[in-house]
């Protein structure tokens, strides 16, 4: 990941910089996804650490 990073950091090109930035995002959903399922989160858990809903659906769901 820290080396993609720089990568896309030193990046010239724009053709570069996409390809270099869709490579970061699919490392960061893969070390995501590793931390999730050692923590245990359920899917719920994940949507709330990942902003795409509110500490509402807990409540919702108990």
């Not at 590793?34 to 795409?52: A, N």
């Amino acid at each position: 990941m820290i080396t993609a990073q720089k990568q896309l950091g030193s990046a010239i090109s724009d053709s570069d910089k996409k390809f270099l930035q869709q490579r970061v995002d699919v490392l960061d959903k893969q070390i995501n996804a590793v931390v999730y399922g050692l923590y245990g989160l359920t899917e719920d858990e994940v949507k709330i650490v990942e902003g795409e809903v509110g500490f509402e659906i807990l409540i919702d769901n108990s």
